[in-house]
């Protein structure tokens, strides 16, 4: 079975920049999470989709973090305008339907120069 | 959401057992005990979860405190490859995790 896919890898770019990050989660899942993780810290959740509907975003910093997870399957993050504290790494889950067990990804890595 | 403590880190040698401590004075009686580990430039990985039961799997044994405020995970015999950050969470119902720092583990040859 494939696993959660990330792309791209790794991200530099400069402060004020767009960037935007994708996710192909297991194939069936119905649930997809974004997390941020901040070097030595553990994961934080941005946004939890179910299906292609939010069910929680309430820590994402709506002014300059967009999501979407159209026909309920693959999802983009997106990042307009980065600033320096956007360093992180940019982690996608997928779960099935009503279980408690998440599956991640590799992340992204992205520095904002 | 209630909390959990852990060491920042521990240290064992390789082909040695490891008891991974983990405080959660606070556990509600729907929390489940959850743990998840992170290798070194990977996602975190689902370990093992229990709710009052000790609970075994391939990866891992989970020790459940009687009154719950405490919990162990023991892996059994320690590889390089267990060397990780390990994450004790309390889930409850459709609750989302919330990771703390977690406990680095190192592993000596």
């Known amino acids: 079975e494939a696993g959660v896919a990330q792309s791209p890898r790794y991200k530099i770019i400069e402060k004020r920049q767009s960037v935007a990050f994708w996710c192909n989660p297991i194939?069936?899942?119905?649930?997809l999470y974004w997390y941020q993780q901040i070097l030595g810290q553990g994961p934080k959740l941005l946004i939890q989709?179910?299906?292609?509907?939010?069910?929680?975003d309430s820590q994402l910093p709506k002014d300059r973090f967009s999501a979407e997870r159209l026909k309920g399957v693959d999802s983009t993050l997106k990042i307009q305008p980065a600033k320096l504290e956007d360093s992180a790494v940019y982690l996608c889950?997928?779960?099935?339907?009503?279980?408690?067990?998440?599956?991640f990804g590799p992340g992204t890595r992205l520095t904002v120069l | 959401d209630a909390k959990t403590t852990q060491p920042n880190s521990m240290e064992s040698n390789e082909e040695e057992p490891v008891h991974l401590p983990c405080n959660h004075s606070?556990?509600?009686?729907?929390?489940?005990i959850h743990w998840y580990r992170q290798l070194p430039s990977q996602g975190p990985e689902y370990v093992i979860h229990?709710?009052?039961s000790n609970v075994n799997n391939r990866m891992a044994s989970l020790a459940i405190a009687e009154d719950r405020k405490s919990s162990t995970l023991i892996l059994h015999r320690a590889t390089l490859r267990d060397a990780a950050v390990y994450y004790c969470?309390?889930?409850?119902?459709?609750?989302?995790?919330?990771f703390g720092k977690g406990t680095m583990l190192l592993v000596s040859p």
């Open positions: 889950a997928s779960s099935p339907w009503a279980t408690d067990t998440q599956y």
């Open positions: 194939s069936g899942h119905a649930t």
């Open positions: 989709f179910q299906n292609n509907g939010v069910v929680d």
């Open positions: 606070t556990i509600s009686g729907t929390d489940y």
């Open positions: 229990g709710l009052t």
């Open positions: 969470i309390l889930k409850s119902g459709y609750s989302t995790l919330t």
